[in-house]
């Protein structure tokens, strides 16, 4: 059905990891309508988890990255229109995929977040965090955040909160740290992180770009982040 259904669009709009495979064996005439969206790097992801996760993780991460940046390599040589999030991504997975002339096909598209009308005030001793605890990035980012970074900055300012806001599992060991609370997913992030002197964005892997720094400078928040975030 998906095949036959194809032919009736001008265009056809697919997520690389998750659906490329189902084009693969296109004709190159009927691939020149799929838009293939790789979204970021994932191996890039992959790569640079490894020196900060267990060595059984660390281990499976190294042996995923390798086959994700093969089959990345792959959707690059097989289909002609290819959009992926920023420069670095674009560079990262050209430069896996070996002697690729034509780059220029691979398009950057970027992306923003609305600006409110009125930006939020920065008046309360509050910090925080924003995005899915499900997502191994953040997880490491808090994890890191909680136990190494966060004690240091209460002992100099003991009346700081740090509000954590997004869904997904929260570990019992950041429960346990000091003057947090975590929100869970909320409706509106503005409403929940008003008054926040700044968003703390302690990445340190990921692909893309960080949709949290993008929408805390659209709320006209300070963003105090790490190289990778600063990227």
Do not use: Q
Not at 59 to 84: C, D, H, K, Q, T
Request: hydrophobic fraction near 45%.
């Amino acid at each position: 059905v998906l095949f036959r259904s194809v032919d009736d669009y001008d265009a056809v709009y697919v997520h690389e990891i998750r659906m490329t495979e189902f084009f693969i064996r296109y004709s190159d005439d009927r691939k020149k309508k799929v838009l293939v969206d790789f979204n970021d790097a994932i191996s890039m992801n992959y790569r640079d988890s490894v020196g900060k996760l267990s060595l059984l993780k660390r281990m499976f991460y190294r042996w995923e990255g390798e086959r994700v940046a093969r089959y990345e390599a792959r959707i690059l040589r097989s289909f002609p229109n290819l959009a992926v999030i920023s420069d670095a991504d674009r560079s990262y997975i050209a430069s896996n995929a070996g002697d690729v002339k034509d780059v220029a096909r691979f398009d950057v598209i970027g992306f923003g977040a609305p600006v409110p009308a009125v930006v939020a005030s920065c008046d309360r001793e509050r910090l925080f965090f924003m995005g899915s605890l499900d997502y191994e990035p953040n997880r490491d980012a808090l994890a890191h955040f909680l136990s190494e970074i966060w004690p240091r900055v209460l002992s100099a300012n003991p009346g700081l909160e740090f509000l954590v806001v997004g869904g997904g599992r929260v570990p019992a060991a950041f429960r346990a740290a000091p003057n947090t609370k975590f929100l869970g997913f909320v409706p509106d992030v503005l409403a929940a992180v008003s008054g926040c002197k700044a968003l703390v964005a302690p990445i340190r892997f990921a692909g893309g770009t960080p949709t949290k720094i993008i929408e805390a400078m659209g709320y006209g928040i300070p963003v105090i982040t790490t190289p990778v975030g600063a990227a």
